[in-house]
């Protein structure tokens, strides 16, 4: 699976703004994702929606996450009932609540983390029925800082 890191996201790291750490409070989704073309420069939902990008479906929070050796990975990931439509090129990942954790907070507020465009599966054309996504068993797992 390859992945392109957001540059704010990147900051987001090293600020402490963004945390990948199962026991941060902080919650951490994925999202599917068509209509959009990566720019590395955004940091917010937001941007990707205001770009033009259609988020057709997101998880849930997501779990087992792990940062050994800078390397991200979780457990894998199902979209429940994707409504049916046009193949789906690309999954984002953004840190949907505060670094503090709570509740969500708003798409202007929600930080980008990486954009997968190249992974098997990808793209996926929906049928209504779920999608899951079984992250890369490799050595970058699903990104690596």
Not at 6 to 25: C, D, H, M, Q
Request: aromatic share 8%.
């Amino acid at each position: 699976m390859a992945s392109l890191l957001f540059n704010p996201g990147r900051e987001g790291y090293l600020s402490g703004e963004i945390v990948w750490k199962a026991t941060s409070g902080s919650t951490i989704k994925a999202a599917l994702v068509r209509g959009y073309t990566f720019n590395a420069t955004h940091k917010f939902v937001s941007d990707v929606t205001g770009a033009g990008g259609t988020l057709v479906a997101t998880s849930a929070a997501l779990d087992s996450l792990t940062n050994t050796d800078g390397i991200a990975d979780a457990g894998d990931v199902t979209f429940t009932s994707v409504p049916a439509g046009a193949a789906i090129p690309a999954i984002i990942l953004f840190q949907s609540s505060a670094v503090t954790g709570g509740a969500d907070v708003a798409a202007t507020a929600q930080r980008l983390i990486a954009y997968i465009d190249t992974a098997t599966g990808l793209p996926v054309t929906p049928n209504g029925q779920n999608i899951t996504v079984a992250w890369d068993n490799g050595s970058n797992r699903i990104f690596k800082l």
